[in-house]
């Protein structure tokens, strides 16, 4: 069974705070993402990454970096939070790669509730 | 620019009828569908998929259906049941040029009465 956790389910920053969000998948798959949920809007894609070190921005990396230096850890920064940052941030991960047949199914974490007052 | 788009943002439905979810896409470079189903505080699940190449997708009480020339899907959940109760949201994928990057809709509330 695949899983993927995120580090906190709840966190509450400053503006202006360094954030450090945390994802760990155990399926040894190659592509992690980042998105981000507000109501009326759907998920929204930040980064996403599809090597160890690779990483290729979404629709929506403004304020947002991302760093992986393991197949099973995917990392989404905030450099310097404001409260447009106050969302739901879900994690996923999916097997696909470039040029292979397979599903696209994404596998997603439980999610962090960040609240930036 | 909203390539995948839900227009319902909420549906209510009794127990044991059909529900009916719509989506609408623009891209016509996307050729895999898929449903995922969020309830609050937990990630999505998968749902349901549709290639492109087919029209229609079945799997339990979940039917997916392709209108490719409308550039439509649609997911139906018969009966429907208050488990059911919960977020939908459809993605789409242009396969073989992206890393399985999935484009979402806005999202369809769907309550299922008693």
């Known amino acids: 069974d695949v899983k993927v956790t995120q580090s906190s389910r709840y966190l509450v920053k400053r503006t202006g705070e360094k954030v450090f969000l945390e994802c760990v998948q155990d399926?040894?798959?190659?592509?992690m993402f980042w998105y981000r949920q507000d109501p009326g809007l759907g998920l929204r894609l930040i980064y996403f990454?599809?090597?160890?070190?690779?990483?290729e921005k979404g629709d929506i990396p403004e304020g947002y970096s991302v760093s992986r230096e393991k197949k099973e850890r995917f990392s989404l920064i905030l450099e310097s939070a404001s409260t447009n940052q106050t969302s739901m941030y879900l994690c996923?991960?999916?097997?696909?790669?470039?040029?292979?047949?397979?599903?696209?199914?994404?596998?997603f974490g439980p999610g962090t509730r960040l609240t930036v007052t | 620019d909203q390539q995948v788009k839900q227009n319902s943002p909420s549906l209510s439905v009794q127990e044991g009828r059909i529900s009916i979810l719509n989506c609408d896409y623009t891209n016509s470079m996307f050729d895999y569908f898929l449903w995922y189903k969020k309830y609050p505080a937990e990630g999505p699940t998968f749902l349901i998929s549709i290639s492109s190449i087919k029209d229609k997708n079945e799997d339990g009480r979940f039917t997916v259906f392709l209108n490719k020339s409308a550039k439509h899907l649609s997911l139906h959940i018969v009966p429907s049941q208050p488990g059911d109760s919960a977020v939908y949201f459809c993605a789409a994928v242009a396969g073989g040029t992206s890393y399985g990057k999935l484009t979402f809709g806005q999202g369809t509330i769907l309550t299922v009465h008693p």
């Open positions: 399926m040894d798959h190659e592509n």
């Open positions: 990454s599809y090597d160890v070190k690779m990483k």
């Open positions: 996923a991960s999916s097997l696909m790669g470039l040029g292979t047949n397979l599903d696209y199914e994404q596998y």
